[in-house]
């Protein structure tokens, strides 16, 4: 039995202005993203409504008053006098001014009880004119299809599946629900209301498709219809329905921000957009906070909340278990003046051979060409991945060492000039203070107790930045490698793991080594008294590298493709690609129908725990089999779909699963195999979403 599909409709108008619904979408400071609701007014604001009986047209606003007065202005004034049908469109024009001067901008279409509301009949006819005849020949469709082709961003491939669902089971009201959403998606939200008010009138419990009740999904879309007609308060009413039935209901949250906005209520725009912009829900209080409150200082202080940009901590999304440990080399430091000469040279030689690696690991973090490397949904994980390692620092588990390292490191720049300071009056007074005809051993000895008091003071400011920058270089690469570890191709994860080496040892070859050369700047005596200096070899231990893919150099990883020609209905190429913790399940399905394609089908599959907790798992399956005569045996097969999670305590996780299988022989006996296995993957809800509804 089929789990039927929730056909959960949502306004782009705003969604796309903030990429995606996903635990790690980054926040900007509330005032300013007002400022940028407010501004989308303008575009968001406007009805979609098409012409049932032209297809080809896409949504407009037609019923704005205002640009229908301009045209039947315009209209009139190219008619004659005595034309027939000049009465009737100056009396026309006479109601509009008049709705005009009320403050109308616009025109509502009648719905439901209203008088000339559209009959359900009337609804169901201009579907199908919009689907047109190929439309009609659907048949046999499966909730799985109807995903499909919403994921394909294709409305009126699923539009003609849902019709042809609903001529099968005329008094199935859930696919009346689903059909009312994609009316809407169409630019038929009248039709959606007619649609839903039939569904209505069915009466019944509607099921509750991966767990969400079917109640929530009916009130989104009817919520979503009446944007489209631009009813923006009677939008609310039920969306506001549906967040009290399932507060979780990112869809029904976006569609009530745009409700709002639209109806001038923009700081409670605001607030619904933030909050359906995290799939899950949770308080933004809990959130990290992404800027610094000094600019140009590292460490200091955080921006008050208000003020800042915030994200949820990566682990809400990330697999953080493979981190890589990475321990810098402590660099050896001058005991007196004589070893500081000897070593100074050769910490600047360390500084001009760091720069040169640094710039080796930079070229080698940008080689790869992610465009070619990366699918689309990839590319969105691996920016999710990547803005999560530029914001590193602000985690839990880097931010204390962070800001002890570069405290360590601004104490040490404060201090030095003090004590640079009083080594050179000490130097000045006792040299001024020497009889005439003082030898140079009288002059060395003045210059090494100075130089000795300096290095003895400033030493524990260099020693101590060295060891916070250490603990910070550690704690910083262990979570940024655990993060990288979350990429699917080996040659995009060796780049951002050189990325992350070069950020380490950008740490060494700066501040540290930088420590070094000021504690090891003091008076080189040997051209004017003759002195040996003392071989000091530095003695660096190797620095360590990131080169060791933690998942072997190797995705696991299986691609499935395949190219189904039709002249029914078109819809886009779908490409699905998904990824968590080096493992790699590539599925690609490119089609043209949806149709009648028997390897592509529906399925649910349902597993309950000895413990009461339950998955539900919906969505779309591909079974390929290898031609007869061919020189292996076998077949493959792929299934993926949206998941949902529930115990004792309600809805625990939601998201996107993956699972592959299969078995490849090596001849006529399928049983002597050479790979036979089952890989499977869930993708946590953010990572879903993010795939799903990012543009």
């Known amino acids: 039995m089929l789990i039927p599909i929730a056909a959960l409709c949502v306004s782009s108008s705003l969604a796309g202005s903030w990429v995606s619904l996903s635990d790690q979408t980054i926040l900007g400071p509330e005032t300013e993203m007002r400022a940028q609701v407010a501004k989308l007014a303008s575009e968001a604001c406007r009805p979609a409504v098409r012409d049932a009986r032209t297809p080809g047209l896409a949504p407009t606003g037609g019923l704005n008053v205002d640009e229908t007065i301009k045209t039947l202005e315009r209209t009139l004034a190219t008619m004659k006098p005595g034309d027939p049908a000049r009465e009737g ?97 169409a630019g038929l939200p009248r039709e959606a209301i007619a649609v839903l008010d039939r569904a209505d009138e069915l009466g019944g419990t509607l099921p509750s498709p991966a767990g969400v009740p079917g109640r929530a999904i009916a ?53 619904e957009l933030r909050a359906a912009l995290r799939r899950t829900v949770a308080p933004e209080s809990s959130d990290l906070i992404l800027t610094e409150d000094t600019p140009g200082t590292h460490g200091d202080a955080l921006k008050p909340r208000e003020q800042a940009s915030t994200r949820r901590a990566a682990s809400t999304l990330f697999d953080m278990s493979r981190g890589a440990t990475f321990d810098l080399p402590q660099l050896k430091l001058p005991k007196n003046r004589q070893e500081a000469v000897a070593l100074h040279g050769q910490y600047l030689g360390l500084e001009r051979e760091g720069n040169g690696l640094l710039r080796a690991l930079s070229a080698r973090a940008a080689a790869p060409n992610l465009s070619q490397l990366l699918d689309a949904g990839e590319l969105r994980w691996y920016k999710l991945v990547r803005s999560a390692i530029n914001t590193s620092v602000f985690e839990p588990a880097v931010w204390p060492a962070y800001q002890a390292a570069y405290r360590a490191h601004y104490d040490m720049m404060n201090a030095r000039p003090a004590l640079t300071n009083a080594r050179n009056e000490e130097i000045e007074r006792k040299i001024n203070a020497l009889p005439s005809g003082a030898t140079c051993e009288m002059r060395k000895q003045v210059y090494d107790t100075a130089e000795q008091a300096y290095m003895d003071a400033f030493r524990p400011y260099v020693k101590g930045q060295e060891q916070a920058m250490a603990r910070f270089v550690s704690a910083r690469v262990k979570f940024e490698t655990a993060l990288a570890a979350n990429l699917p191709d080996p040659q995009v994860r060796a780049a951002l793991r050189a990325s992350i080496e070069a950020s380490a040892k950008a740490s060494f070859y700066g501040p540290v080594v930088y420590g070094a050369i000021l504690l090891s700047d003091v008076s080189d005596l040997s051209l004017t008294c003759g002195a040996t200096q003392p071989n000091v070899p530095l003695d660096l231990a190797a620095l360590p590298n990131l080169d060791a893919d933690p998942c072997g150099g190797v995705p696991s990883s299986v691609k499935l493709k395949s190219k189904v020609p039709s002249p029914a209905l078109k819809a886009s190429g779908l490409g699905l690609s998904f990824s968590v913790s080096c493992k790699k399940i590539d599925i690609e399905l490119s089609t043209s129908s949806l149709l009648d394609v028997k390897w592509l089908g529906g399925f649910a599959s349902a597993s309950l725990d000895w413990n009461g907790d339950a998955t539900f798992f919906t969505g779309v399956k591909a079974e390929l089999k290898l031609p007869s005569g061919a020189p292996v045996t076998g077949g493959v097969g792929a299934k993926e779909g949206i998941y949902v999670k529930f115990g004792k305590d309600g809805i625990q996780d939601a998201g996107m699963r993956v699972e592959l299988k299969g078995s490849i022989g090596a001849g006529p006996d399928a049983v002597a195999g050479s790979w036979d296995g089952k890989i499977e993957q869930e993708f946590g809800v953010a990572a879903a979403a993010a795939y799903w509804r990012e543009r």
């Open 219 to 271: 009130l989104t879309n009817r919520g979503h219809a009446f944007l489209g007609l631009g009813r923006w308060s009677e939008a609310q009413t039920p969306l506001k329905a549906a967040l009290s039935i399932t507060p979780d209901l990112s869809e029904a949250r976006m569609n009530l921000s745009k409700a709002l906005l639209c109806a001038g209520d923009v700081a409670g725009a605001t607030r």
């Open 89 to 185: 469109l100056e009396f026309t024009l006479k109601m509009l001014r008049e709705e005009q001067a009320k403050g109308t901008k616009v025109l509502p279409l009648p719905v439901r009880r209203e008088a000339g509301a559209m009959p359900f009949e009337t609804a169901i006819k201009n579907a199908e004119a919009l689907v047109g005849a190929p439309g009609k020949q659907a048949t046999n469709a499966t909730s799985a299809d109807v995903a499909a082709t919403l994921a394909a961003n294709s409305p009126r491939a699923a539009l003609a599946l849902l019709l042809a669902r609903h001529r099968s089971q005329p008094k199935d009201a859930m696919t009346l629900v689903n059909l009312g959403g994609v009316l809407t998606l």
